[in-house]
Structures are given as structure tokens and as C-alpha cells.
């Protein structure tokens, strides 16, 4: 986030992976094999859909608790992962979710939602990562 005039400006968020190579180095390390790690690509990928609409729902309600809940499930793990412009986009919705700024979180839905298909490709075009 940046700031223009007082303005929070949210810029947009590349959505190609952006991998933190040393987190999925230490993550092969961990589990012996990339296949391994794969998996929990997947499994993060699968669920991302329930905490989206988690979040969709947080938007329609003003809620921000459930935002900030499902946002801060996304970015945890993604952190984990290394997915970082995952880890970013959600956490700047958690963030904007914590002042009520549901305007800004509902713009910043689709291109969590973009970034998280765009890793979906990624990882269903390898075997391994």
C-alpha cells in the first residue's frame, strides 16, 4: 500500500506465482522430495475457495471478522509455502478488513481470486515443484 495526497492507493498485485525459493528449498529439505511439497500446494489450493467465499461473505454482511479470519488463513499459509504475492494480497486485506474499508477488500477479491488460479496452473502444469 501506498499513500498519494493521504490516499491509500492498493496497487495491483502481479498475478504469476512469485515463489520464495528459499522457503520451498527448506520445505523439500523437510519433506524429502518435491513431489511432497507439491501436495501442499495442492492442498492449499484446494482450500482457498471456501475461505474466498468466506470472504465474499464477510463483504456482503460488513463483517470484518470473517474477512480477517479467512484472509489471515490465506496468508499464513501462504507465507508457509513461500507464495508471496499470495501472502501479500491477503494480507492487505486483512489489513483493510481490520478498518472497514469493505469497498477496498471487495476490489482486492478478484485479484486474490486471479492470483490464486494463476498458481493453480502453475503447479497442475508440474509434477514436482
Known sequence: MAFVNGV???YTMNQDPSFDH????????LFGNSESVRDLYIEFLD???????????GI?????????????AIHGTSANIGVA???????VIEDMAHKNQFEL??????????QIAGLRQHIDMRRAI
Not at 463483517?63 to 479470519?69: H, Q, S, T, V, W
Not at 477488500?105 to 486471479?114: F, K
Request: charged fraction near 25%; proline fraction near 2%; aromatic fraction near 4%.
Open 22 to 29: 528459499l522457503r520451498i528449498r527448506s520445505l523439500t529439505e
Open 60 to 72: 456482503l454482511e460488513h463483517r470484518a471478522d470473517l474477512i480477517e479470519f479467512a484472509a489471515h
Open 85 to 91: 504475492n499470495i501472502q501479500a494480497t491477503s494480507s
Open 47 to 57: 482450500s482457498c475457495p471456501e475461505r474466498v467465499a468466506v470472504i465474499k461473505q
Open 105 to 114: 477488500v471487495d476490489a482486492c477479491v478478484g485479484e486474490l481470486e486471479d
Open 8 to 10: 491509500a492507493q492498493y
